[in-house]
């Protein structure tokens, strides 16, 4: 296949994906246009095609994995209506090894830069927000539930971290779920 035909098959989304592949391995300051054409098989030329810039790359990038999360929560967590449930779930969620929770904890690392900043805040006050709602239908009040769902919130987020920082990645689907029931037998009430 000709350098031009790869071009026009080589999609957006095949560049954001793989950037997202070294964001979750290696975080944002990973992103680098000349190893990414390598790994894809065309040459930078081609990534001109797509993108203004790297920053243009990781933007689209984060939008995507964004736009993805999103997606998984509205399919496998909110459409539960108990809430017990819902928490549950989310807990079992979470503590799965998936790429998305790889991304996360290696942008909270890379944090400092705006664009980073601002996709995280808004990813983790949606997060706090499912919880939140969660535990009010679950009976507790506005404050309780706040802090209910920053407690379970910081839970997620510090086993990112250990996970990483102890085993450079997340743990196998065995040990994430008996770690997931763990958490919800202390987090939510009657589990």
């Known amino acids: 296949m000709s350098e031009t035909a790869k071009k026009k098959l080589l999609t957006a989304i095949d560049w954001q994906e793989a950037a997202l592949n070294v964001i979750a391995h290696n975080g944002v300051a990973g992103v680098a246009v000349e190893p990414l054409a390598r790994e894809l098989g065309v040459t930078k030329g081609s990534f001109y095609w797509h993108f203004s810039n790297r920053m243009d790359l990781v933007k689209q990038a984060l939008d995507r994995w964004r736009s993805k999360d999103d997606k998984l929560v509205k399919e496998k967590i909110l459409p539960i209506k108990n809430p017990q449930k819902r928490l549950l779930a989310w807990f079992k969620l979470s503590a799965e090894p998936f790429q998305t929770h790889l991304i996360y904890s290696t942008l909270l690392a890379d944090r400092s830069h705006a664009i980073i900043s601002k996709i995280l805040k808004e990813v983790t006050l949606e997060r706090l927000a499912y919880l939140q709602d969660s535990y009010k239908e679950m009976g507790y009040g506005n404050k309780q539930a706040k802090s209910q769902s920053l407690l379970a919130y910081s839970v997620y ?26 958490v919800a037998k202390q987090l939510i009430p009657h589990s």
């Open 157 to 182: 987020v510090g086993f990112l971290h250990m996970s990483k920082t102890l085993y450079g990645s997340l743990p196998d689907s065995h040990e994430a779920e008996e770690y997931a029931q763990f």
